[in-house]
């Protein structure tokens, strides 16, 4: 996942937290909402997480493979 | 003289140009997405500015005619401005497109659950209608206002997904879609929208069924018209416009003709009805009563 939209899925799900959901989290009645927003958000952040997490993964390594031929092209040379 | 810095300036330079670059970042993230994504989703923030009871109505309702206004001229400007193919400006109209399907089948897959749900999912429509004309609800002059403001709603909801995100990929989709925007959604409905009725686990898995199907419906529509279209005959052509047109159509003609058949003037009847089978009829002289104190 790109660091652009991994960065607005943490804008999306802390924004409407803050703005709609956090002032009236215990509003009697609203509970099983709450809680519903609260696993969805959550959910959507462990998963974007681990989504960007493996894609810088596969960053480094091209990076560092990239490296290596250079250096072992230069060795050559 | 000394040509190489010491250590700490040089952490203290490259903190500065670390700095430098999250601000130019943020700065392009703000004139390339935010300010179109705050001028797409025009007809949902006029809705929550009300809703939220954050701003008057009419507040929520200029605000959207002046987002209409601005966007056009926007859009124009970083077309002409912009040096950058990823730019969501330079594919709005193609992007504008795209997002009327989702909004269709975000409908259109809701009329299967209808058994389920006992809810016709157009009773909000009324809602929008009556606010936005003033137009009494259950009848054509609150509801075709209201059908015309939930579709730019939807239209703005399916924006999102393309202004926002710069890989529209199919965990993007489903992670705003069904993951973040149904789940807001849960919340948002039965709080402030949703008064006084139950939201029912059916209600919650109908929304996340619906979101579901409309972030797949925004995820295929650029793969659509950029790999399947061009590979297309010219007969295979005219039949995925008259489709789309045909998945675009048929939730709204099946809510007109639902409320044409239960809803308009069906008070009024049952009461024309009811009067028609009253008897009145006087037994006698009429006498006056008085009764004093």
Known sequence: MEANDYWTFVGLVIGAFAIVVAPRLFQPGHTANSVIYLTGGTVVLVVASIARWRTRLRETQAAESAAHDLRSQGAVQ | MTLVQAGPPVHADSRGVAAQQRRKLLFDWVVQRGVLLVL????????????LRITPPRIGYLYLLLASIALPAFVAWRRARSTDPDEPAQHFHRYALYSLVPVAVFSLVRIPALSLTRFGFWMPWYGFGVGATGQPPGTIGSLLPGAMMYLLQGWSLGMVYYVLFKRHTLLNAMLLYTGFIASLYSFIFPVFIMVGLPATPVFHLTNYWAHTWMGLAAWFMPRFWQRSWP??????????????????????????????????GTQAH????????????????????????
Not at chain 2, 40 to 51: E, K, Q, Y
Not at chain 2, 270 to 293: C, H, K, M, W, Y
């Open chain 2, 270 to 293: 049952i009461e024309a009805t009811a009067f028609d089978r009253v008897q009145a009829s006087l037994s006698g002289n009429p006498t006056v009563s008085v009764q004093s104190g």
């Open chain 2, 231 to 264: 590979r297309l005959a010219r007969s295979a052509r005219a039949g995925a416009i008259a489709g789309l047109a045909l998945v675009f159509a048929a939730p709204f003609t099946y809510v007109l003709a639902e409320a044409n058949l239960w809803q308009f």
């Open chain 2, 40 to 51: 797409v989703t025009a007809p949902l923030d006029s809705l929550f500015l009300g809703v």
